[in-house]
């Protein structure tokens, strides 16, 4: 996982350079990622950053982890009387069974070794018939975007330090964890597309 200190130098330029780094997906995959009646729901933003989607849903109850306080920071520059932020490394915070509706995890996976670890996790949290959202890069089966994903991207974006995962990889893992499959579809070649409910009669995913 990146150390909290790379996000304490470069947080006042993230929006501008993941909007960059998006290419053109920034506003329609929030939007695709919220495009639902969140309004009577809890919400945990999983590595929230400056706040791509806790600044703008809709939610009774919005509770952002982060693990660098300047990235919260400039969240917590939009006050809503219904957020709460909390610094902390996702591997080591629990939170309740069942606390909450939805949980998001925006352009963050890849810095996880074990994201298998947080996928149950977030299992644990969900309520039965909750959902988790996300989107990130991938490792694209195109031999080009492969070669460019695992130079350019890992070593001069992402300093070296990147996990990324096949679509199959990436099934085997939420399913794994004991969530049925909504959606699961790359964008744009770079990118995947992931959501998955907890299903209404949900026992414990069995553990890693």
């Not at 969530?179 to 907890?198: D, N, T």
Request: proline fraction near 3%; hydrophobic fraction near 40%; include cysteine.
């Amino acid at each position: 996982m990146v150390e909290p200190k790379f996000f304490e130098t470069i947080a006042p330029a993230y929006d501008f350079l993941t909007r960059l780094f998006m290419g053109g997906t920034y506003e329609s995959m929030r939007k695709r990622m919220l495009n639902e009646d969140t309004s009577q729901m809890d919400i945990l933003d999983l590595c929230c950053g400056t706040g791509y989607i806790s600044n703008s849903i809709n939610a009774r109850r919005i509770v952002g982890l982060d693990q660098s306080e300047a990235m919260l920071a400039r969240n917590a520059r939009v006050k809503r009387g219904n957020k709460e932020l909390i610094k902390g490394n996702a591997y080591q915070i629990n939170f309740k069974e069942g606390e909450f509706d939805r949980i998001y995890n925006s352009s963050a996976s890849h810095e996880f070794k074990l994201f298998s670890r947080l996928l149950q996790k977030s299992f644990h949290a969900l309520k039965p018939g909750g959902k988790i959202i996300i989107f990130d890069i991938y490792q694209p089966k195109n031999r080009l975007l492969r070669v460019f994903m695992n130079t350019f991207v890992k070593y001069v974006v992402e300093r070296g330090i990147m996990f990324v995962h096949t679509k199959e990889e990436w099934a085997q893992m939420v399913t794994e964890a004991g969530f049925e499959i909504e959606e699961l579809e790359p964008v744009r070649g770079l990118y995947i597309f992931v959501k998955a409910r907890k299903p209404e009669q949900a026992g414990l995913p069995a553990a890693a």
